[in-house]
T-cell receptor
Framework: DTGVSQNPRHKITKRGQNVTFRCDPI?????LYWYRQTLGQGPEFLTY????????KSRLLSDRFSAERPKGSFSTLEIQRTEQGDSAMYLC??????????????FGQGTRLTVV | AQSVTQLDSHVSVSEGTPVLLRCNYS??????LFWYVQHPNKGLQLLLK??????LVKGINGFEAEFKKSETSFHLTKPSAHMSDAAEYFC????????????FGKGTKLSVKP
């Protein structure tokens, strides 16, 4: 297992287009998180899943954003009708949370979105 | 509500001198605290974590941090900086050990001069 994998690494899109990002977590991890990071800022929480259930969503996640994790493995983050303000690095992380053990969150390298 | 404040946006040190990156937190509950490092074009990497065990936490690459409840601080230190330590460092808080919503500070960029 090579860690958390995100695709694509870079995406340039025109304003108004839809984009979809994919995250493949570490295989035994049951939690998966999405964060957004803009220049000069720390990552901001968007949402997280425990297995296939989406347990928490940030107010930052407007109705143009949707995330899924249909089989409790990989996840997708879709942004509809992109705006220039959506330009950012989108980070995915995964961790394991259980009765007797919690691991830290491991992060992917991110998908950099540029909306022109 | 939980939050972290990183007191310096940029710290510059000479190679071989001590590093101090400051972080204050706010939490209504018993917090878990972390330091992550982000090198250019690389993913965030965990340096160390505090989860209510020992207050002095040792991490990778010679870094350590001390949890001080009375000062609501979790400063990151290293006795001797190395050129490879140049990166962005983030202080992070979450509630207990549940690893739910990680709340990041704005980051401190560490520069190391030869």
């Amino acid at each position: 297992d090579t860690g958390v994998s995100q695709n694509p690494r870079h995406k340039i899109t025109k304003r108004g287009q839809n984009v979809t990002f994919r995250c493949d977590p570490i295989s035994e991890h049951n939690r998966l998180y999405w964060y957004r990071q803009t220049l000069g800022q720390g990552p901001e929480f968007l949402t997280y899943f425990q297995n296939e259930a989406q347990l928490e969503k940030s107010r930052l996640l407007s109705d143009r954003f949707s995330a899924e994790r249909p089989k409790g493995s990989f996840s997708t983050l879709e942004i509809q009708r992109t705006e220039q303000g959506d330009s950012a690095m989108y980070l995915c992380a995964s961790s394991y949370s259980g009765t007797n053990m919690n691991t830290e969150a491991f992060f992917g390298q991110g998908t950099r979105l540029t909306v022109v | 509500a939980q939050s972290v404040t990183q007191l310096d946006s940029h710290v510059s040190v000479s190679e071989g001198t001590p590093v101090l990156l400051r972080c204050n937190y706010s939490s209504s509950y018993s917090p878990s605290l972390f330091w992550y490092v982000q090198h250019p074009n690389k993913g965030l990497q965990l340096l160390l974590k505090y989860t209510s065990a020992a207050t002095l936490v040792k991490g990778i690459n010679g870094f350590e941090a001390e949890f001080k409840k009375s000062e609501t601080s979790f400063h990151l230190t290293k006795p001797s900086a190395h050129m490879s330590d140049a990166a962005e460092y983030f202080c992070v808080v979450t509630i207990g050990g549940s690893q739910g919503n990680l709340i990041f500070g704005k980051g401190t960029k560490l520069s190391v001069k030869p």
